[in-house]
């Protein structure tokens, strides 16, 4: 049986939302939700919180999950995740797929968790899984801090498919058409930012360079294609929520369906 982590990051320091982990909706922190909605996950062998704060983590073992305290240099969460990978296999643990999980996501399905891992499960060839969502709204489609993704062709029903190029532009551009039409004359597709990883490809992805597109997007992602790794891609229909500002988090709690 390949054994799946899932590794949660939180970091407490956040330019728009201080302590954001931390944070309560209605009765539970913010990290507590989210690792609540990963143990419900049936894929997932062991779950870690991976932070740099004390705070989080005794706050996560004092709810009975589990936390390592990782480095506060690091750039991303892949590369915080890369250190909980190397402290486990120096206690003599191994994992054959690695899945990098939102700490901002506190309603994450498990059905969505699952569809990440089986693309690493189902294809021993896969590299790098991820979801997407198709966009409906113009809103959506134009607004910078929504990521698109560019497919190849083919089923997002059935099998993934691999992505072309990740932009907080919309992609594709539609010549000759104002843009208010764009979305009866293409396919537009959300980037959902959860991401599952064949453990040798992990490894490599550690090392390599930032590429200029990635530096220009602001999108860890595009250093992954920019050195031609393999993303590929399922499609859900329901959309995750995540909370960036107080302003989200507001929101949600005034929310009918909370």
């Known amino acids: 049986m390949k054994q799946v982590i899932g590794i949660i990051p939180a970091r407490y320091q956040s330019s728009r939302f201080p302590g954001k982990p931390l944070v309560n909706i209605k009765g539970k922190s913010m990290i507590r939700r989210v690792v609540e909605q990963c ?7 062991k ?11 005794n706050h996560v073992l004092e709810f009975g999950g589990m936390a390592m305290m990782t480095g506060d240099f690091h750039q991303s969460g892949t590369e915080r995740c890369g250190e909980v990978i190397e402290k486990l296999e120096q ?10 999980i939102q700490g901002d996501e506190p309603f994450i399905s498990p059905t969505h968790i699952d569809k990440v891992c089986d693309i690493l ?27 698109k993704v560019v497919l190849t062709e083919g089923e997002m029903n059935g099998e993934p498919r691999d992505a072309l190029y990740f932009s907080r ?14 979305l009866k004359h293409a396919e537009y597709y959300k980037h959902i930012g959860i991401y599952g990883f064949n453990i040798d490809e ?16 602001s999108l860890e992602n595009l250093r992954w294609l920019s050195h031609h790794f393999t993303i590929q891609v399922s499609e859900i229909e329901e959309d995750i929520i995540g909370i960036d500002t107080p302003q989200d988090l507001e929101k949600i709690l005034n929310s009918d369906n909370f």
Not at 91 to 100: A, I, L
Not at 136 to 147: D, Q
């Open 121 to 147: 499960l189902n294809d021993d060839q896969a590299e790098i899984g991820t979801l997407a969502k198709r966009i409906s709204s113009s809103s959506e489609l134009f607004n910078e801090n929504v990521v």
């Open 91 to 100: 206690k003599g643990e191994y994992f054959d797929v690695v899945v990098n």
């Open 169 to 182: 532009h919309p992609i594709p551009f539609v010549r000759g058409k104002e843009e208010s039409l764009w």
């Open 39 to 45: 143990e419900k996950s049936k894929r997932l062998t």
């Open 47 to 57: 779950i870690v919180v991976a932070t740099d704060d004390k705070r989080i983590y």
């Open 202 to 217: 992990f490894y490599e992805i550690q090392s390599i360079e930032h590429s200029m597109l990635e530096k220009a997007e």
